[in-house]
């Protein structure tokens, strides 16, 4: 079974920082554009940091730029997230994604919350 498995969410202070990972079973993907979403309560998922099969090619939402920091990793844990300078309106549930063709994510995770306190 494939699976991706997100972690590393949780509470933390305006202007702190933590680092999500994503762990893969059943598969490999080594040739899959990885992705970082998340969701508001009530909203679609929006697509916040996206990186390419070599590492070279990434994407930021704006919201999220030069604050958040996508990076590949190796076989089990293939994408991560260094999320810095939280704030209250990054309080969301964050979830890693893989895509074979671009735009098409068609493995998810089950989602992380992270709660950043004012």
């Known amino acids: 079974q494939v699976q991706l498995l997100e972690s590393g969410g949780g509470l933390v202070q305006a202007g702190g920082s933590l680092r999500l990972s994503c762990t893969a079973s059943g598969r490999t993907f080594s040739s899959f554009r990885m992705g970082w979403f998340r969701q508001f309560p009530g909203k679609e998922r929006e697509l916040i940091a996206s990186i390419g099969v070599t590492g070279r090619s990434t994407y930021y939402a704006g919201s999220v730029k030069d604050r958040f920091t996508i990076s590949r990793g190796n076989a089990k844990n293939p994408v991560s997230l260094q999320m810095n300078n939280l704030q209250p309106e990054d309080t969301a549930v964050y979830y890693c994604?893989?895509?074979?063709?671009?735009?098409?994510?068609?493995?998810w995770g089950q989602g992380t919350q992270v709660t950043v306190s004012s």
């Open positions: 994604a893989a895509a074979s063709t671009p735009g098409q994510y068609e493995y």
